[in-house]
């Protein structure tokens, strides 16, 4: 066997190039928006919310991009496990009234990870089932599966109206993460602050097993080429139906975060935070986390800033954001290798 | 039981509303190296695609160590023992060298003494170890693909056209790996272009044209008669040499 040394002589490296440009957007936009925004304070506050709005979407939307990227399946549907993620946290609020409104803080925590808890059981749950009823049955069927989940959708909403009553729902957030952290004269919202570390967290986490997992490794070739992981003899159909329910469980997830970040529970803002999604995974690149995370990251913070400097173009920003970031990578930030 | 570790009968393959394979027979003897020749758009990838499962076989039957596997999915042919390079490498791209091998290596972990063997057949692999498999150029990534197949001994290799597209010198670096490979004992199906390649490696060979197996023997047969190869393969091949 040649040694080192020998082989670096007869064969040189390529290069490798990692892709920090859609990273570098995130800082460039921040700075950007500053002298417009004017005041320091105002622009510190307006950040902060727009990160814990981006982590909030990126927990929504990561499991629809590995969804679509490993079995090709657009499901609509999405919004369902936000919603429902949202409102069964009320199954554990209700025992729960008393660490809510107690004065100790890890009660207060406490009540909240329980919320999340409940929350991602059951949508995993659900999302076990959607994946059997609605979702099988139209394997590679684009046109059906748009149809079909946006209908499972809008009986999902319905059987909201159903259990929970059609009227929205004031949602507390627990006493101790109520109220603003001031430094100097800038305010960030605690709860702000506990969505971007939750957010940094599960995505750390995911990232973990995307690269340090065989299970990871599996679903990264699977959005890769499927084809390829089955010839290798792994199912992808049971690590496809494994990503549906994690994907689920975590819409869940930023299903109660959303909750209580609004305060308030309506059946549809599953539905309203559905096209926000489709956005953020199409600027990513379809099946890549890391360009979902990007991704979520700026579409608040033009959503933010657009809202505080000119709030008639807020709803139309995501949409121009894609345009722009579509004209510039067409596949997306960080597009996939397809088979 | 039978010498033949794989075996096609009267194997019809449809691609959608196209019929392309039209009743193959293909016998391919334990422990030797049989070559898959043919015209461009004969059926061999087809073949090799339908015996791994990718296509339904519409009609016949293929056997692999005396089971049925003809209705089989993809990942239990692959589990009893099948490994499959396909002709576009289907390398994970985004993964790296090392990457692409542990997710080959179903069994468990990566085999040292295995692994120091397939880095003396292909010494790229080894440098390139912790780069992304999509940086490799296309004779590497052949590489990659042929040792994704070998990474644990398999009964059965199919591999289609391993030196599609690659220059002289590294054509005989596979030759030269196919023949360490052949020492072994492996039993491998080859679907090859290069008739050069084919000669220096092959066993038996069966040549296919229009979705059916046209022709089978022994390879060295073959190799001495110009004629057959004129009518069986036709001018394409010369130009491969
Ligand atoms: N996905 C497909 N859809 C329709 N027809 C196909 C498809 N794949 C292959 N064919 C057709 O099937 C026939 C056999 O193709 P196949 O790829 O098996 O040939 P081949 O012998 O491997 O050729 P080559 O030497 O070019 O690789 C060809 O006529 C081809 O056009
Ligand atoms: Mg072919």
Known sequence: MSTATETSATVTLPKVRI????????????????????????????????????????????????????????????????????????????????????????????????????????????????????????????????????????????????????????????????????????????????????????????????????????????????????????????????????????????????????????????????????????????????????????????????????????????????????????????????? | MSDNLLNLQGVHTHIGQYHILHGVDLAIPRGQLTMLLGRNGAGKTTTLRTIMGLWQASQGSITFDGRDITKLPTPDIAQAGIAYVPENMAIFADLTVRENLILAARNGDLDPARLKWIFGLFPALEKFWSLAAGVLSGGQKQMLAIARAIVEPRDLLLIDEPTKGLAPAIIMNMVQAFKELKSTGATILLVEQNFLAAKLLGDHVAVMDDGRVVHRGAMAELAEDAALQQKLLGLSMDAHQ
């Open chain 1, 19 to 339: 892709d920090y440009l859609p990273v570098l957007l995130v800082p460039i936009l921040m700075l950007l928006a500053l002298p417009l925004v004017g005041s320091f304070s105002t622009w510190v506050t307006l950040t902060v919310a727009a990160l814990a709005m981006g982590m909030m979407i990126f927990l929504m939307a990561s499991g629809l991009t590995l969804v679509f990227g490993l079995m090709d399946v657009l499901n609509f549907g999405h919004g369902v496990f936000i919603s429902f993620g949202a409102y069964v946290s009320l199954i554990a609020l209700g025992p729960l009234a008393g660490w809510v409104e107690s004065t100790n803080l890890w009660l207060n925590v406490g009540a909240l990870l329980a919320c999340i808890l409940v929350a991602m059981l059951v949508t995993g749950a659900l999302g076990y089932a959607f994946e059997r009823v609605v979702i099988r049955p139209v394997y590679g069927q684009h046109l059906k599966q748009i149809l079909i989940t946006m209908g499972g959708m809008i009986v999902a909403e319905q059987m909201i109206h159903v259990i929970w009553g059609a009227s929205p729902i004031p949602l507390r957030l627990p006493e101790g993460l109520r109220g603003a952290i001031v430094i100097g004269d800038a305010a960030m919202e605690k709860y702000r602050v506990i969505a971007v570390v939750l957010g940094l967290l599960v995505f750390g986490a995911m990232h973990l097993v995307l690269n340090r997992t065989k299970i990871g490794l599996l679903i990264r070739a699977g959005v890769e080429n499927p084809e390829m992981v089955e010839a290798l003899g792994y199912k992808i159909r049971r690590l496809f139906v494994g990503v549906f329910i994690v994907g689920s469980a975590l819409a869940g997830l930023g299903g109660v975060l959303w909750a209580f970040y609004r305060q308030t529970l309506t059946a549809g803002m599953g539905m309203e935070v559905n096209v926000l999604i489709f956005i953020v995974i199409i600027i990513g690149g379809l099946g890549s986390v890391g360009g979902c995370f990007i991704g979520a990251i700026l579409v608040a913070l033009v959503a933010n800033y657009t809202g505080f400097l000119a709030p008639k173009l807020a709803l139309g920003s995501s949409i121009l954001l894609m345009v722009v970031i579509l004209l510039w990578r067409p596949q997306g930030l960080y597009p996939v290798a397809k088979r």
